[in-house]
């Protein structure tokens, strides 16, 4: 499974309020990224990272940010969460040894009320 | 920009009937092309994944996909399906050189019946 912890997998929060997923990973690969996945859409790109500090916007990136201080690490902020933020958020790493594809997390299910 | 468009949303099939899931992309560029498969409650895991060479491949269960760059299609397909291969498959494609974004397409569900 590539060494992908999600956390939390479950949350429900109230609008306005500013929440954190974190997504760790045990071995270090450079490329970091989090999806959204929502039916009818499938999953779409919020940001993603290819190093410590060096991070890029993806396709739904408004109203989220993230932080990678630790190569391991790679946190997403929702700053003020809104009801259309309801969604399951996905972790993916891509390793380094060349190989093209992602690898997933479980995923954590957030809703906002 | 890239687009991945899977034409059915949802399949269902009989148990041991064959079934094909279409998979139509549009890239200006060389692409990497992917099947993923999600079971209920569950991450994604990859399926499949066309790089180079050979336009067919395999998967460990009996999944095929062949990539037709004239047709621009990457059709998943297996020749008799199981009760267990009921879940969501979403194919998807990254630009060669690139950060390795992926970009799906939304779905479809494939529902095995006894």
């Not at chain 1, 929502?38 to 060096?54: A, F, M, T």
């Not at chain 1, 989220?64 to 700053?79: A, G, I, N, P, Q």
């Amino acid at each position: 499974d590539a060494g992908i912890t999600q956390s939390p997998r479950h949350k429900v929060t109230e609008t306005g309020t500013p929440v954190t997923l974190r997504c760790h990973q045990t071995e270090n690969h450079r490329y970091m990224y989090w999806y959204r996945q929502d039916p009818g859409h499938g999953l779409r790109l919020i940001h993603y990272s290819y190093g410590v500090k060096d991070t890029d916007k993806g396709e739904v990136s408004d109203g989220y940010s993230v932080s990678r201080s630790k190569t391991e690490d790679f946190l997403l902020t929702l700053e003020s969460a809104t009801s259309s933020q309801t969604s399951v958020y996905f972790c993916a790493i891509r390793l380094d040894t060349g190989i093209t594809e992602a690898f997933f997390g479980q995923g954590t299910r957030l809703t906002v009320v | 920009a890239q687009s991945v468009t899977q034409l059915d949303s949802q399949v269902p099939v009989f148990e041991e009937a064959p079934v094909e899931l279409r998979c139509n992309y549009s890239s200006s560029v060389s692409v990497y092309l992917f099947w993923y498969v999600q079971y209920p409650n569950q991450g994604l895991q990859l399926l499949l994944k066309y790089l180079s060479g050979s336009t067919l491949v395999e998967s460990i269960n009996g999944f095929e996909a062949e990539f037709n760059k004239s047709q621009t299609s990457f059709h998943l397909r297996k020749p008799s399906v199981h009760i267990s291969d009921t879940a969501e498959y979403f194919c998807a494609v990254s630009e060669r050189g690139s950060q390795g974004n992926l970009i799906f397409g939304k779905g479809t569900k494939l529902s095995v019946k006894p």
